[in-house]
């Protein structure tokens, strides 16, 4: 099954009731969507500071993942950011960005349009070179967040991270990718309402 492009993503727009210079642009996991836990109350959470904010719900399957070009996936949310931006006026910007979204986002903070943007880092992939440059040299503010148990947490990768000013990182212990605990309902509601509260003063 060949790419479709970015005519294919979806989008949907939350605007503040006046007109505002504030955009958050959120890019979900593969199968991490814009609804569940973590991204919908940083929504609500950005909403409620000002901010117009941008869900990006690109859906992939397996097949189509794998043979993405991390080129070709930035390139086309660029092309929705683009698109939204055309009859609007922001200056400040602010991402929030899950798992693969991570991918989209190392390539996004070279357009020199979001120099200044914060950028939220929820389980990066720190695997990946890409993203790991990309937090390693970035000019941007950031806030990591991971879990010790999340394959994605590189120890050595995050520990050199720690070095890096612009970066607040933060390791949940017992964290899967999803940022809970296994098995643990109600310890994992209170990670969230940590994670949130650590996105509210970021």
Not at 55 to 78: C, G, M, P, R, T
Not at 100 to 107: D, E, H, N
Request: hydrophobic share 40%; charged share 20%.
């Amino acid at each position: 099954m060949g790419y479709t492009g970015a005519a294919s993503i979806p989008y949907r727009i939350i605007e503040q009731e006046q007109p505002t210079t504030n955009l958050a642009i959120v890019l979900p996991g593969a199968g991490y969507t814009t609804q569940a836990p973590l991204l919908y109350y940083t929504t609500g959470l950005l909403y409620g500071k000002g901010f117009d904010v941008l869900h990006i719900n690109y859906k992939y399957n397996s097949q189509e993942l794998s043979a993405l070009k991390k080129e070709d996936f930035a390139n086309d949310v660029l092309a929705v950011i683009e698109k939204v931006l055309k009859n609007k006026e922001y200056k400040n910007f602010y991402f929030a960005a899950k798992s693969i979204g991570t991918i989209a986002l190392s390539y996004l903070l070279e357009n020199p349009k979001f120099y200044d943007a914060k950028a939220v880092w929820l389980t990066p992939l720190l695997q990946r070179d890409d993203v790991f440059n990309a937090m390693k040299n970035t000019n941007n503010k950031g806030l990591c967040i991971i879990g010790d148990q999340d394959s994605c947490c590189i120890t050595d990768r995050f520990e050199a991270l720690k070095k890096h000013s612009n970066l607040t990182l933060r390791l949940i212990e017992g964290g899967d990718h999803g940022l809970e605990l296994s098995n643990q309902p109600v310890e994992s509601i209170n990670i969230l309402k940590e994670v949130i509260a650590d996105i509210n003063e970021f």
